[in-house]
């Protein structure tokens, strides 16, 4: 019997396509000469992990996910605090709270519907693994972490894989903060070349390679444990790929992306303290006002009172620290509709805001009330790459080194590469592309209809396309609000009714 062929998803966490080079990244470079390179990719927005995760596994938006933050405000997981998505058990939670954890099939449904396998291997946090394939444990597809030992939940499901992986390869090593990750990504590797591809035998292959992005975070973008880790990260995917060599196999698909960018941090606020200086929050622990961090900062409105809503919004303006703001496209009542009809406008309901349609969002019961960015700039913030950013911390968090989230294009400008006999050889991609268009390449890959996912099909990365890319453009957007002195530019790139935000900002 001929198998289908094969197609790999390698996300590499935190990898600016800046930072590949033949020196730390030589498989990744390689990949990327010879394959085809997409210059002008684009993270789903905000620029964070779990969005990203989300849409990468299902073709939705965050809006039609429901996975709209890195953090996000469910009051019937914790009334006080938003959930934090990075662990696995409080989506557990936020699932059994609200019905469903994501609001649009996965990947391993759609395969496995028609008789195929994903399997999925996290090395990052659980929730992200949880994320790639949400449906796991209904029996779609298989789900690997490396990291949900650590917090109650299983390693893998369902529960025989979990079994098979512990009794081979023993526990997972702990993750220690502060601390590199390539021992964890080495676990990963192990289990992926010596399980997962001669046992599991997936059709699709998705492989979260958690470095750099811990390193980024925690020394920069240049510390030699940085360097350190993009080489092992670079080397997981080398490892892999000769595994699969070594299979015989020569129609392997492989597909490299990054969740996000990344940029230097500068200066830090902590909003909940700001509003609730500003009389606009009660307390720390009060709900009328819920501050969730994203890299852009989600805030979440008692009763989604309109009037409360516009003094944020002006206050915000008046900051030197805000940049662009959104809020949804029309004035909410007291509960806002799951599925609003959709709007062609950019303004926000808000005088001075942008719509959060911008952000793909669709009205959803989880998304916020407002979304306010921070200040950016092409500076190198003193580490010799060019990005650097404001972020937001929490109750005196210590700051980190590098930060990503933020409507920044070092955030958003992300790594795509097409390698393999379905993609064209040592090519140049210029068009707009994103991750959102990465679940509906890997189903036309597969032979599936895209239809009912919302990002395209990467054509003009496949080896059989004969027709001309349509034209792409660039609009710039503006929201303005005259009488405080506000206003803010974006930009947005499109492609055959496609757009991709590519950076946001506020005129100084």
């Known amino acids: 019997m001929t198998l289908p062929a094969l197609q790999v998803l390698f996300v590499v966490d935190g990898l600016r396509p800046d930072l590949i080079d033949d020196d730390v990244t030589p498989t990744i470079a390689r990949l990327r000469r010879d394959g085809v390179d997409g210059v002008n990719a684009h993270v789903v927005c905000p620029p964070v992990t779990r969005v990203n995760a989300a849409s990468m596994a299902t073709g939705g938006r965050p809006g ?38 994501l609001h649009r099939p996965s990947l391993g449904r759609h395969l496995h519907e028609a008789g195929r396998r994903l399997v ?48 081979r390869f023993g526990a997972p090593p702990v993750k220690v903060p502060s601390a590199d990750f390539t021992a964890t990504i080495a676990y990963a590797t192990r289990v992926v070349c010596d399980y997962v591809l001669p046992d599991l035998q997936p059709d699709v292959l998705i492989y979260w390679i958690t470095e750099p992005d811990h390193a980024h975070h925690t020394f920069g973008l ?12 670079d080397q997981a995917v080398a490892v892999v790929l000769k595994a699969i060599d070594a299979t015989g196999r020569d129609d392997t698909n492989v597909l490299v992306v990054s969740d996000h960018g990344f940029s230097t941090v500068t200066g830090t606020v902590d909003l909940e303290v700001e509003l609730i200086r500003a009389g606009l929050k009660d307390g720390p622990a009060s709900t009328d006002v819920v501050v969730a961090l994203s890299g852009c900062g989600l805030l979440y409105v008692d009763e989604r009172e309109p009037e409360r809503i516009e003094r944020i919004v002006r206050f915000l303006q008046g900051q030197t620290w805000s940049e ?31 719509s959060d349609r911008l952000l793909g969002y669709a009205g959803n019961l989880r998304e916020p009330d407002i979304v306010v960015s921070l200040p950016w700039s092409d500076g190198d913030g003193g580490s010799g790459l060019s990005g650097e950013s404001m972020a937001f911390i929490r109750g005196g968090t210590t700051s980190p080194v590098g930060q990503h989230g933020n409507l920044s294009r070092h955030d958003i400008r992300s790594t795509m590469i097409g390698w393999g006999p379905a993609f064209r050889s040592a090519a140049v991609v210029e068009a707009p592309t994103g991750n959102l268009d990465v679940a509906a390449t890997l189903l036309a890959l597969s032979g599936f209809d895209t239809s009912t996912v919302d990002g395209r099909v990467l054509t003009e990365f496949l080896s059989t396309t004969r027709d001309p890319v349509p034209a792409h453009h660039v609009q710039t957007l503006r929201a303005e609000d005259q009488p405080v002195g506000y206003a803010a530019p974006i930009d947005m790139a499109s492609l055959d009714g496609h757009r991709y935000l590519s950076q946001a900002r506020r005129d100084r």
């Open 64 to 101: 039609a996910t429901g996975l709209v933050g890195n953090e996000l405000y469910w009051p019937a997981v914790d009334a006080a605090q938003p959930v934090r998505t990075a662990d696995g058990a409080s989506l557990q939670r936020l699932h059994e709270a609200s019905g469903e954890l």
């Open 120 to 167: 999925s291997v996290g090395s990052g946090s659980s929730g992200s693994a949880l994320l790639l394939n949400s449906e796991a444990d209904e029996g779609h597809g298989i789900m690997i972490s490396t990291n949900r030992a650590q917090n109650g939940m299983p390693t893998a499901s369902p529960p025989s894989v979990e079994a098979e992986l512990l009794a």
């Open 222 to 233: 240049t510390a030699g444990a940085t360097i350190a880790a993009r080489r092992a990260a």
């Open 324 to 354: 662009a703001l959104f809020t949804p496209p029309h004035r909410p009542p007291t509960t806002r509709p799951a599925s609003p009809a959709p709007t062609d406008g950019h303004h926000g309901w808000v005088e001075g805001t942008f």
